[in-house]
């Protein structure tokens, strides 16, 4: 069974809504959705994540602006990974893939904020964070991290929900992967994309 989470701020744009719809056609019983409306997103992923863990379900968060396909849905679960996730551009000009090579809390000594973006994009590679706008976490990652921490969203240093996250869940050993040919769209006052 896979939950599909949607973090919201109280609504979802119907492009969003239509790609979920085409998702549930094509898998029905294998899935749940659930949505939840909370202005802190490590929140709202945390009561996703929880409802999931609670009842032995893989997550699949997708962001209320990301727009998809049935065929990104299927590519994305394919790749029998503890966690992957589907690359998508920043909403600014110039556009940047939400991906980063290498992440690291902030430290008196590093430069970038957060990590080291990627520069080199392939069709499948390893990352150690991305934008969770479209990201699959399998069962066996929540029951991990739930472990030690209440909320593994929960940001701590420079490093957002996401982030957050995906840094807690390599310190227990689990890799994190990205899908680049899924061509989501980040939507906003334009749908960015590569």
């Given at each position: ?133 479209f990201c699959l976490i399998r069962h066996e990652v929540l029951r991990a991290v739930y472990k030690d921490c209440d ?44």
């Amino acid at each position: 069974m896979i939950l599909i989470g949607i973090p919201t701020m109280g609504t979802i744009p119907i492009k969003v809504f239509a790609s979920v719809v085409k998702v549930v056609r094509e898998y029905g019983d294998e899935l749940k959705i659930m949505t939840t409306a909370n202005s802190l997103v490590y929140n709202a992923r945390n009561d996703l994540a929880m409802d999931a863990h609670n009842n032995g379900c893989d997550l699949l968060f997708i962001d209320s602006d990301i727009e998809f396909t049935p065929e990104a849905f299927t590519r994305l679960l394919s790749h029998k990974k503890p966690i992957v996730s589907g690359l998508y551009w920043s909403r600014s000009s110039p556009s940047t893939p939400v991906a980063y090579k290498r992440v690291a809390p902030k430290t008196l000594f590093r430069k970038n904020p957060i990590g080291d973006p990627i520069t080199e994009i392939e069709p499948f590679m390893e990352v150690e964070g991305a934008g969770m706008g479209f990201c699959l976490i399998r069962h066996e990652v929540l029951r991990a991290v739930y472990k030690d921490c209440d909320n593994p969203f929960q940001p701590f240093g420079n490093m957002g929900e996401d982030f957050s996250f995906f840094y807690r869940a390599r310190k227990k050993g689990y890799k994190i992967y990205l899908d680049t040919t899924l061509g989501l769209k980040h939507l906003g006052e334009y749908a960015y994309g590569r």
